[in-house]
């Protein structure tokens, strides 16, 4: 008898344990999903730089048939603008766009001319870059590319006339920009141009024609800003 009314017991209590679960679990605040953070806007694939640049020419050339002869250049400082597009993180191509005006002088056994003449060179150079991107805002990049230099406006000095011809140069670049923020930074670059046109001079009456070895050094700094 005992027995039976301790087993009624059990049962009783077991039963009303289970009830009072089941009805907690059904009361227990589901958690609703954590929303998700807002992703940062994608970079523009385009970005610009203003630079001033020192141009820096080789100064050396010749003049055919004339023994001892030798060529030297003006240097100068110009604005310039270059426009890079990035296809990745790491690739990008960026063409450079500026011009300058350049003195030609005669040297060693020409060195009497003085100033054969001047020249305008618009020298667009379009270089092919790879960024280097695991240094956080420093950000180095190296390049390779092509330079097409176009001379004009040219005048005559000590010469009777001078023709300097359009030429293809091969061209080589380092530098770094450093990002203050997500869009601007500042920027450090070197180019060397490997540049070395013919030209056609005529002094006194006699027409003459030679080379002209520039392949100047680019180097420039400015502000950098990614859209």
Do not use: C
């Not at 540049?195 to 400015?222: Q, Y």
């Amino acid at each position: 008898m005992w027995t039976r009314r301790i087993s009624a017991l059990a049962a009783t209590t077991a039963f009303l344990l289970i009830g009072q679960a089941a009805g907690a679990a059904d009361v227990s605040p589901v958690a609703e999903p954590t929303p998700e953070a807002p992703m940062a806007d994608a970079l523009s694939p385009w970005q610009i730089r203003v630079r001033g640049l020192g141009v820096i020419t080789n100064d050396e050339g010749k003049v055919d048939g004339v023994s001892g002869s030798d060529l030297s250049y003006s240097d100068s400082v110009i604005p310039e603008l270059d426009i890079t597009y990035y296809f990745t993180d790491n690739i990008a191509a960026e063409l450079i766009l500026g011009t300058t005006r350049a003195n030609v002088y005669g040297e060693g056994s020409i060195d009497g001319l003085g100033k054969i003449g001047s020249t305008w060179i618009l020298p667009p150079t379009l270089t092919l870059q790879y960024h280097f991107t695991d240094f956080g805002a420093f950000k180095p990049y190296v390049g390779a590319g092509i330079n097409y230099t176009m001379f004009y406006s040219q005048d005559a000095a000590s010469a009777d006339d001078l023709d300097i011809k359009n030429s293809f140069g091969a061209a080589l670049q380092v530098g770094f920009d450093y990002m203050v923020n997500e869009h601007w930074g500042v920027n450090f670059d070197v180019k060397k141009i490997f540049l070395r046109p013919d030209f056609d001079v005529t002094v006194g009456g006699t027409e003459l024609s030679g080379s002209a070895k520039l392949d100047p050094w680019l180097i420039g700094a400015g502000v950098t800003y990614r859209f």
